[in-house]
């Protein structure tokens, strides 16, 4: 059972990084606003993460829990595809060249929301619900699993962070440091 708690921890890792980026997003849409939006409305849009995961579980976790194990797999495979689509389109909404091409912050503002609700919605079932599936085969360890596998999957997490607000600061926060944070 080793090794099925690092597949499930690294795997965790990925689902962390997507529910932690809501930390950040307000930063982001700020940053890639050209000034369209204060402080305060891009750190009130950054919920979009939260609603794209309470859908997502609403709608993927009706479907996960109604299938079969390979269908269940088939399912995560899409829903982890949905992620990363949604990560490096919101790379690609960061590209300064871009946001002047289109020169209407209102549309790559509301292309960031949609990408953001999607990549909450993509990643809830494995977030919230795959841990908890895979920690009760550990029995009576099930909350030491628990503990380990968040803080393999926060430490990891951390760490690329790292990476990206270094990413973010070296490339001009309105230039294209976001699209090389996002793509990472």
């Known amino acids: 059972t080793s090794g099925t708690f690092w597949i499930v921890a690294l795997a965790h890792t990925g689902s962390a990084m997507v529910r932690t980026s ?4 307000g930063t982001y849409f700020h940053d890639t606003s050209f000034g369209f939006l204060s ?4 750190g009130g849009l950054s919920v979009s993460l939260s609603l794209g995961t309470i859908f997502g579980l609403a709608i993927n976790g009706r479907l996960f829990s109604q299938r ?3 269908q269940r797999k088939w399912l995560v495979s899409r829903l982890y595809m949905v992620t990363i689509v949604a990560c490096y389109c919101l ?6 060249r871009l946001r002047y091409m289109v020169d209407s912050p209102e ?10 609700l999607a990549m909450g919605f993509g990643i809830a079932v ?4 795959i841990p908890g599936l895979v920690g009760s085969t550990f029995a009576q360890h099930k ?7 968040d803080g393999v999957a926060n430490g990891i997490s ?12 070296n490339g001009n926060p309105e230039g294209g440091g976001w699209a090389y944070g996002w793509a990472a």
Do not use: C, H
């Open 68 to 70: 079969k194990e390979r």
């Open 126 to 129: 494995m977030y919230s619900l």
């Open 143 to 149: 909350g030491l699993y628990f503990a380990y596998t």
């Open 91 to 96: 790379a690609i909404l960061a590209i300064p």
């Open 22 to 25: 809501e930390r950040i997003l």
């Open 39 to 42: 402080d305060n409305q891009a």
């Open 107 to 116: 549309l790559i503002l509301f292309f960031q929301l949609v990408a953001s």
């Open 158 to 169: 951390s760490l690329v962070w790292m990476f990206v607000a270094g990413a973010v600061e």
